[in-house]
C-alpha cells in the first residue's frame, strides 16, 4: 500500500517560532498506523537550526535586536551664588545657663535665657523642624555644638568652591567641641550645611579671653569670618 502525503507551503515546516504548515495523509488497512507513526514530527530544532534549513520563511525578530532604551538623563548640577563674603561674626560665651547661639542663614548671633532655650526647642520640636541657630556656645566648659539638621566638617584648608565646601560638610563628622580643652586651633577651616541648604565656608580668625591649655577656661568669644552661598 501506499501513502499518499500532502504538503501545504513550500515544504515541511517545524515548531517553534515558524508556524508548521498543515499535514495530511491518505491510508488505508493496516498502513495506518506505520503512516501515522513516521508521520509524527521529531522533537523541533533550535529556531537557528530552523531558520537556516527554511530559507522563505521569515524570521521572527528577536530581542536583542530591539532598540536599547534611551538613557535616563542625570541630574542636573546644583549651582550656587554668593550671599556675603568674609563676614565677621562673633559667638559668645555667656554665664551659664544662658548660652550663646550662630545663625549663618540670616546671618545673626544672639543670647538666649534658659528659659527661652527651652521654648525655642519646645516651639520646634511642636513644629516639626529644626532650630533656627547653627551653632550654639554653652556652659562653664564652652560647648560648641552644631545643631541638629545640619552637617559640618574641620578642614585643612579653605575651599576652592560652594560646591568643594558642600561636598565637604556632607562626608564631614564634626558636630561639637569642649572648647575648655581648647582642641580647635585659631585659624581652623569649616564647612557647613545649614537646615536651609545654604554652604558655608568659616575660618575661626580670633579667640577672645580664656586661658589656653587651662582644661577649664574656654573663650569667652570665638569670631568667624565667613562666606555663605545659596543656591541660585
Known amino acids: 500500500m501506499v501513502a499518499v502525503i500532502t504538503l501545504g507551503g513550500s515544504g515541511l515546516g517545524f515548531l517553534g517560532t515558524i508556524t508548521a504548515p498543515l499535514i495530511t495523509a491518505a491510508v ?24 537556516g534549513t527554511d530559507a522563505g520563511a521569515e524570521a521572527e525578530p528577536s ?9 535616563s538623563a542625570s541630574p542636573s548640577t546644583v549651582t550656587y551664588k554668593v550671599a556675603y563674603k568674609d563676614q ?7 554665664d551659664f545657663p544662658s548660652l550663646g547661639s550662630l545663625d549663618f542663614d540670616e546671618p545673626a548671633t544672639r543670647i538666649f535665657s534658659e528659659d527661652q532655650w527651652d521654648q525655642l526647642t519646645k516651639d520646634a520640636e511642636s513644629e516639626e523642624r529644626p532650630l533656627a541657630q547653627d551653632l550654639s556656645y554653652q556652659s562653664m566648659w564652652g560647648y560648641l555644638n552644631v ?9 585643612d584648608e579653605a575651599p576652592k568652591s560652594a560646591e568643594e565646601c558642600a561636598r565637604s560638610a556632607n562626608l564631614g563628622g564634626f558636630s561639637e567641641a569642649q572648647m575648655s580643652d581648647w582642641p580647635i586651633k585659631l585659624h581652623q577651616q569649616f564647612c557647613f550645611l545649614t537646615d536651609k541648604g545654604n554652604v558655608v565656608s568659616a575660618e575661626i580668625t580670633r579667640f577672645v579671653g580664656g586661658v589656653r591649655d587651662s582644661a577649664t ?8 569670618t565667613a562666606t555663605m552661598w545659596q543656591r541660585a
Open 28 to 51: 488505508s488497512g493496516d498502513d495506518k498506523s506505520d503512516s501515522d507513526e513516521k508521520s509524527t514530527p521529531s522533537e523541533p530544532p533550535s529556531s537557528s537550526s530552523s531558520a
Open 63 to 71: 530581542e536583542a535586536a530591539s532598540p536599547s532604551p534611551t538613557p
Open 88 to 94: 565677621k561674626m562673633q559667638l559668645g560665651l555667656p
Open 147 to 155: 545643631r541638629e539638621g545640619r552637617n559640618a566638617a574641620q578642614i
Open 217 to 224: 577656661d574656654p573663650p569667652t568669644q570665638i569670631e568667624f
